[in-house]
């Protein structure tokens, strides 16, 4: 494949948002990167483009078969107006894990941060300055090939779109109340949950309706067979701190090995705080809350980055966490990676990558 990325500018520019008017995932940039694949050619012509949509025909298979993956990470800007992302080989490599998954053809995880770079650093003038905000970043694969035939498509795509974020927290961190789901599962051992893969979201939405209903921001997963142990709440892993120790559901091939999760654990664990990954049940965590050992419980993801939990409701129990506050150890988690990314802090992990 061809490494030079074919750069066409647009000739208009669109105006940009104000910083106290930015949403989550509402606005997009002047540019996207693009490139194809087909059996022939494998994966080739890498380029960005204006933002615009894109034309497909309607037996593409993404649309019957929901062959599709993505991915999601950040840019920030630091006060020196450095831009900088956070990780991004692991997202790349955590795409190839969905593509293999998938049966979508594995892509250049080096070249492609590449060009990831150099479309952010082209969109660099949209990455926002106040504090909270962010340019989001989504990669994502579709198959193309117009057929109706239940096999993997021969023809792909691999779009990267870029959206200004507000700052998730603009009225300070609340924690969330979260409904513990008894009835419809995200995913199974053997399944799809450990990949970025659109059906997976499609089909959490129901239960996601159903928390709301209940006054819950979000569910909390139970495992897909005995619906007994604790996978992830929402689209985020979960932690909670028991008795002075963090616990977070050992990966098990039904749960999404998050990036944030992953960040957490290395902190944990330079902090000399015990962590352990490990198989939760909702009834060891019922009883440590009876014994009142149960002292934070959050969860983690790109968006959030720590979403701390001030309740679970399970069956008839609500069990309200740290006073329904958010508790010490998410706040000093959240403080720290996001002094990291937004380059504030020093980064002992060599985690942050400048963008140009
Ligand atoms: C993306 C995602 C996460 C969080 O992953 P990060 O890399 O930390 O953003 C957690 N769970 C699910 C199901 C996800 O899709």
Redesign the pocket.
């Known amino acids: 494949m061809s490494y030079e990325i074919e750069v066409t500018l647009a000739e208009n520019k669109k105006t940009k948002p104000n910083a106290n008017e930015l949403a989550f995932g509402t606005c997009f940039t002047d540019h996207m990167f693009m490139m194809d694949y087909t059996l022939e050619a494998g994966w080739h012509h890498p380029r960005i483009v204006p933002y615009a949509p894109i034309s497909l025909d309607p037996a593409a298979v993404v649309f019957h078969y929901g062959q599709a993956v993505f991915e999601?990470m950040k840019a920030y800007r630091t006060k020196e107006d450095k831009i900088l992302l956070f990780r991004p080989e692991k997202n790349m490599e955590r795409l190839n894990l969905s593509n293999e998954r998938l049966s979508i053809p594995p892509v250049d995880e080096t070249f492609l941060v590449e060009a990831i770079k150099k479309l952010v650093s082209i969109e660099k003038d949209w990455v926002p300055a106040d504090e909270g905000t962010s340019l989001y970043i989504r990669p994502f694969i579709i198959a193309t090939e117009p057929y109706l035939g239940v096999r993997p498509a021969h023809t792909y795509t691999f779009i990267v779109i870029l959206s200004p974020v507000g700052a998730y927290y603009a009225e300070g961190i609340n924690p969330v109340s979260i409904y513990v789901e008894n009835n419809y599962v995200r995913a199974v051992k053997g399944g799809t949950g450990h990949t970025?893969t659109s059906g997976?979201y499609a089909a959490s939405f129901k239960a996601q309706e159903e928390a709301q209903k209940q006054g819950c921001a979000q569910v909390l997963w139970l495992d897909g067979v005995e619906k007994t142990y604790i996978e992830?709440v929402g689209?985020?892993?979960v932690f909670f701190k028991v008795n002075g120790e963090v616990w977070t559901p050992a990966l098990n091939g039904s749960i999404?090995a998050?990036?944030?999760?992953d960040s957490v654990i290395q902190l944990l664990e330079e902090w000399n705080i015990p962590v352990k990954e490990k198989r939760i049940s909702i009834e060891e965590l019922y009883a440590a809350y009876t014994e009142g050992t149960l002292e934070e419980a959050f969860g983690?993801?790109?968006a959030a980055v720590i979403s701390p939990i001030g309740n679970l409701k399970w069956n008839d129990k609500n069990l309200v966490i740290n006073g329904g506050e958010s508790g010490s150890l998410s706040m000093k988690i959240y403080d720290t990676i996001c002094g990291i990314q937004t380059g504030e802090k020093e980064d002992p992990f060599g985690w942050t990558v400048e963008a140009e």
């Open positions: 999601g970025k997976n992830e689209s985020m892993n999404l998050g990036v944030t999760r983690t993801g790109t």
